[in-house]
């Protein structure tokens, strides 16, 4: 199965419509196989943006992705650093 990005409605609107459709008496398999999305998606979600507006979603979003940029970076710049030092301990 490939791997599909959700927006951030998608995010906060399956988990809110499954509590809807809970209410009317339908199991958790059936609710999230008419959704479309694992159990583990499903808690995961719930646990992560249980309370969060759709903005609020999206910038997490955005923030997570800000946040992993920079982590490449710094990586990146640590592994020029090590390498820069490993010339300058030369004899030369």
């Known amino acids: 199965m ?15 419509e499954a509590d809807v459709l809970q209410s009317q008496g339908m199991s958790m398999e059936e609710i999230l196989r008419q959704l479309c ?7 995961k979600w719930r646990k992560e943006y249980g309370g969060l507006r759709i903005d609020q979603a999206k910038r997490l979003k955005e923030l997570e ?20 030092k490993e010339v300058t301990r030369g004899n030369y």
């Open 2 to 16: 490939a791997i599909k990005k959700h927006t951030a409605e998608q995010i906060i609107g399956k988990p809110r």
């Open 37 to 43: 999305i694992s159990d583990a998606t499903y808690y």
């Open 65 to 84: 992705q800000e946040n992993n940029r920079l982590r490449k970076v710094v990586a990146d710049l640590t592994i020029d650093n090590s390498i820069l």
